[in-house]
């Protein structure tokens, strides 16, 4: 099991970076290991037993230094009089602060900086009071935000359960004694089963000596999956809704082209930036017939993921990641680029291009405009740090160095994506009530610096 589990995780190191972990149920009861960074291509040390879970952590919540990043790794696990429960989470608790508290009041020890213990202790709470559909139904009326959860019980029982709008992916498969539940559908590839199914928005899926049983926790509501797994989070050889994102991505970048022929017309070539635009790049050149060539190239050792690295980290490892080709010189180009954050990326790459001679940089983004923070599981929580708040995208071409930016037309990018998928950080309607607010004082208080849900609430 343990070496299942590890190929299993390596397959979605893509989703976390700054530590790994496991838990494992065995004879001594439940074990965990974790380490900083991304789950290393050397297999460490992991308690073989007959139930595990691991974790790629991409910090949401909690401290960025190593001590706390050890300190706020996952699994967590967490332990009352009759119980111990090993915990896997993804997503973001907007109310994390209420949550604290409320805790704290009732006696709660809390040990880390996550809200990912959070989660976990209010679960273990309703869990030792009146059993895990309830506590699944408990906990949804006490956490706002996103919850993609995996869990282990010491008495043998593992769950996945997903939250009320279903804002991250989860899948399951079962079959016979084995049962298996993870973010995204290549962690069954890896196990070479399939298919995997999702997990309905509000639904838990329990696992224990009984067989697999399915339960409705929350009432039903529509997928609020959020948009950006289709840009830039999942894999390209993931399914999700159905289809894989390459497609989908291809098709976005199909759109690009059709919905701004004329810039389209007007450039040489088509360059993705890799890694994630290159499916994009591919679909622009269906549509425009321009040809795509590779004039950015990607260090294939640096293998992190910019925006997921810590502030302090990200220029330098924009600036080391990437080495762009002198034959830019004298090109028009149409860059490629599935989404303009806090625009460090472009910025940095427009002025390598055009320090070889490229003659015009024209950027193209699958992502519509982000100009609201997100509160469930990416970490652009701020106004402040959002390039596109408060600028037209010609502004926001200006701060870059562009000699334009054409972002993804909302409506096309609903009618690839599905037109109940979360958008939030495109229009500021948050599918959840205490984001909405937490979003409205932070446009009172602009100048917050930190996360907002570690600020205010
Ligand atoms: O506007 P910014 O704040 O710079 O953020 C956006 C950039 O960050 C991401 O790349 P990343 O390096 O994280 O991952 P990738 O290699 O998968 O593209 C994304 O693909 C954009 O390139
Ligand atoms: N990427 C995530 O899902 C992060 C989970 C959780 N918010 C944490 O900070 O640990
Ligand atoms: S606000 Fe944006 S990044 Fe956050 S969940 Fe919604 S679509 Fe995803
Ligand atoms: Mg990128």
């Known amino acids: 099991?343990?070496?299942?589990?590890?190929?299993?995780?390596?397959?979605?190191?893509?989703?976390?970076?700054?530590?790994?972990?496991?838990?494992?149920?065995?004879?001594?009861?439940?074990?965990?290991?974790?380490?900083?960074?991304p789950l290393p291509e050397v297999p460490p040390e992991i308690p073989d037993g007959e139930i595990g879970i691991g974790h790629a952590r991409y910090a949401t919540s909690g401290g960025s230094s190593a001590e706390e990043l050890i300190r706020d790794a996952q699994p967590v696990v967490v332990g009352g009089p009759g119980r111990r429960m090993a915990l896997a989470y993804n997503g973001n608790v907007a109310n994390a602060m209420e949550l604290r508290r409320s805790l704290e009041a009732s006696g709660a020890l809390i040990s880390t900086g996550s809200d990912a213990e959070l989660i976990a202790l209010e679960l273990l709470r309703g869990l030792e009071a009146s059993g895990l559909r309830s506590a699944m139904s408990r906990l949804s009326t006490r956490v706002d935000g996103a919850y993609s959860l995996v869990g282990i019980i010491d008495d043998g029982t593992v769950f996945a359960a997903r939250d009320p709008n279903g804002i991250r992916p989860l899948f399951t498969f079962e079959s016979g004694p084995l049962f298996i539940a993870a973010s995204e559908t290549v962690a069954f590839d890896m196990y070479g089963v399939g298919p995997a199914v999702p997990v309905e928005p509000g639904e838990l899926v329990v696992a224990s000596e009984d067989g697999v049983h399915h339960h409705r926790y929350a009432p039903p509501r529509p997928e609020h999956i959020c948009s950006f797994e289709y840009a830039y989070f999942a894999r390209p050889d993931s399914i999700l809704g159905g289809r894989y994102v390459y497609e989908v991505r291809r098709e976005l970048g199909r759109r690009l082209a059709a919905r701004h022929a004329g810039v389209a017309r007007r450039v040489d070539s088509v360059v993705p930036v890799p890694e994630t635009a290159v499916d994009a790049a591919y679909g622009f050149h269906e549509v425009s017939g321009k040809p795509v060539e590779t004039l950015v190239f990607k260090h294939r050792f640096v293998r992190a993921r910019a925006f997921m690295s810590g502030g302090g980290e990200r220029q330098g490892l924009i600036s080391r990641k990437y080495n762009v080709s002198k034959r830019a010189a004298g090109r028009r180009i149409a860059l490629m680029d599935d989404s303009i954050v806090r625009g460090d990326t472009l910025r940095h790459l427009i002025s390598a291009l055009r320090s070889v001679g490229a003659s015009e940089v024209h950027v193209f983004s699958t992502f519509p405009k982000i100009s609201h923070p997100c509160f469930y599981g990416v970490d652009m929580a701020t106004y402040g740090e959002l390039i596109g708040y408060n600028r037209s995208p010609n502004e926001v071409a200006a701060s870059i160095g562009a000699d334009s930016v054409n972002y993804q037309d909302l409506d096309d990018f609903l009618e690839v994506v599905g037109r109940s998928a979360c958008v939030a950080c495109v229009t500021g309607q948050y599918p959840t009530e205490k984001a909405a607010l937490l979003a409205a004082a932070a446009l009172r208080a602009p100048g917050i610096r930190g996360r907002i849900t570690e600020v205010i609430g």
Not at 30 to 37: H, K, Q, T
């Open 1 to 37: 099991m343990a070496r299942d589990l590890y190929w299993s995780l390596l397959s979605l190191n893509h989703r976390g970076q700054q530590s790994h972990g496991f838990a494992v149920l065995n004879a001594e009861g439940i074990s965990r290991s974790v380490g900083l960074g």
